[in-house]
Structures are given as C-alpha cells and as structure tokens.
C-alpha cells in the first residue's frame, strides 16, 4: 500500500485506474451491473482506505486528495466514482465528527482493511424525498429489549450490491422522539432490496430502494442521536466533501466527453473537407467554449477543496460550487453532441452515455432551485445585518481649463 504522504503516487494509480474502468463502462451501462470488479481494484490499490485515518490503516487523505481520486476514476466510470465518493464521505465522518462510537469505528476500519466493505447512508424516502427539504424521515427505530428494531423503506441506497453497512436516518418510537442514524448491517434479517434503480444515466449505481422489516441491531450502534423537533443537524464545513466530491463526478463525464470529441474531431477528415474537422472554426469554438466550462469548474471544485482542508470559511460558495459545476457538465456534453453529430448519438460511441450520466447530476439534493434560494436568503440576510453607514460623496471639482487652446476646424 502506498504511505499516506506519498499522494502523487496516489493519484497517478486513480489516473490509470480510471482508464481501465472506462474500457468497460459501456458494458456497465448497458448491462445495469454492478461494477464489482473495479472495488476490488480499488480495494488492491488502497484507494478505498484513502481518507480513512492513519491509525486505522488508511492514508488520511483530505477533501483535496479525494477530489483528485474522484475525478480520475469518474473520468473513467462514473458510477463507480459516485459510489466511491459515498463511501470516502462516510470513512471522513468516522474520523472527524466525534459522533461515532468507538467500536463502530473499530468495526467499520477493520473491514476496510480485510476487505471490499463499503459504508453509505440511506436517507432518501419515497412519501418524504430528502431530509434537506426538512420533513421527519417515517422510517421508525423501537427500542425493546437490549436492541433497536427498525422497520422502513429507503430509496436510492447508491451502492446496494456491495455495501457492508447502511447508516440508516430514523425517528425513534419513545415518548420523546429521537433522530439519528443507525449502523445496519446489510445481511441482517430483515433486510431486502427492490430492484427499482432503472434511470437513464448512471445506471451502474444500482441505486435500488432498501427495504427493512423489524431488523435488529444492538442499542450502542446509533449515533447523533437528538431530539427530533430539532430536525437533521449537519456540520456545514463537513457538508463540503458532499458539495466538492457529487459535482466532480459529472465535471468527469463532461471530461469523458471531450477526449472523445478531441479524438474524433482530429481524426475524421471527411472526403468534401480534405481535412481533420478539428481545422473547422465552428469546431474549434466549440472545443473552447467546452474547455472554458471545465476550466471554471477546476479552478472551482479545487478552491473548495484546498480551503477545506486549509480550515478557512467559504458559507454557502460550496452549495453555489455545487450547481455551476453541473450545469457546466451538462452544457458541455449538450454541446459536444451537438459537434459530433450523428456519431454522438450512437450507442456505439460513448458520447451520448456521457451526456446522459451528466444529467442525472441534477438530480442530487439539494436542486438548483433550492440552492438558488438558499444563496438569495444569505445575501439578503448580509444586507439586512450590515450597518447603516453614512457615505460621504467625493466632491466635484470643477473642469480645468486646458492649457492649449482648442482650435476648431
């Protein structure tokens, strides 16, 4: 395993493994499998342990590293990179938030190391939707006994095939309700899964709905547990690997989309052109016009990421981030199928399969439409907060008279 300072290595076997992963993204696609394959890699070349501490066997890699790992690989095989991004999420949390037990920690670490055991949080509900539209999750954890039993349906459990564990968001049934997640493990009786992940992109993701009946866990494997009136508290600077790492996942489609523009449009020389289409004007704007919306969101996602791990302030830029990086993904693939042509829709040609997995970054909470909001609420609440302070007008001086004269012809 490479040693947790040597990140250059680290991000040069991500490089390599996502060109791999892209020789078979088309059967991912196409199949709906999941890409077991590509953990077990990961897994061999240690990238699955990248942001778990180093005393827990990992690198300890910061929002920075994973960004540089997420990229490469969604470069690659997207659906792979969202998967991976859930799992790194969840290791970040067991290592900083203080909210996790620690012999969940010790559970969760050790079968990183043995193993491909990867974590992801189950949220979403079918009658609720997201938590960060702020209603209670229906899912209900009862206490009896020594255990909790917990009985709900979860949507979109991102993963599903190759979870160890679901950080399951619930409401308990005491007489002062509590919120909090609990660590189930996926072969606990009472546990199915619905094959219902059947979207246009990202299909790989096997994002199916997760169904618990009654399952049983000890009482010591909740955290974060809080009064329910409360609401879902999340840790807004933490909230940044979410902001930084989703986005990234669609910017690496649209790169995906580019390299085979480039490839195509350098190497097709139609007969009435006597030349590469890459010597056509309206291709080269186009090709640029692409690389300005991937520029913006480098220099974007790596701000964040860098004042992430830095420990300085950015409020609500991550959220802002977020939305123009995937509008950038999707006006890019948009515009290079609207270059190749007929070729770009072809099923043959990854083009079209890049153009429909950046779509589906839309679909992430929170939308456009909220963050949208959210940024309007905080700019005016910075208007209404700053004080009232009298400005003094620069005075007006009176015009010069020019020392030549002016003479009119």
Known sequence: MTTSGDFAAVIATAEALGQRFALTARHYDETGEFPFANFDALHEAGLLGLVTAVEHGGLGGGLTEALAVISAIARGEPSTALVLSMHYNQHYSLRVSGQWPKHLVERVTKANRDGVALINAAQVEPRVGSPS???LPETIARRVGDAWRITGHKTYATGIP???WVSVLAVTDEPEPRLGSFLVPTDADGIRVEKTWNATGMRATNSDDLILDDVAIPLDDALDLAPAGEGLKRDERVGAWYFTLVPAIYDGAARGARDWLIDFATSRAP??????????????DGIGQIEAWLTVNRRLLRSIAEDFDAGRPFGPDAAAVKHTVIENAVAATTLALELGGNPGINRDNPLERHHRDALSGRAHAPQNNLIRTMLAKAALGRHAAAPAVPIEPVPV???????LAIVSR
Do not use: C, D, K, N
């Open 271 to 284: 007969a009435s052109l006597g030349a590469p289409l890459s010597t056509v004007p309206r291709i080269q």
């Open 133 to 135: 539209h702020g209603a």
């Open 397 to 403: 001086r009176p015009r010069l008279q020019p020392r």
């Open 162 to 164: 190759l979870l160890r």
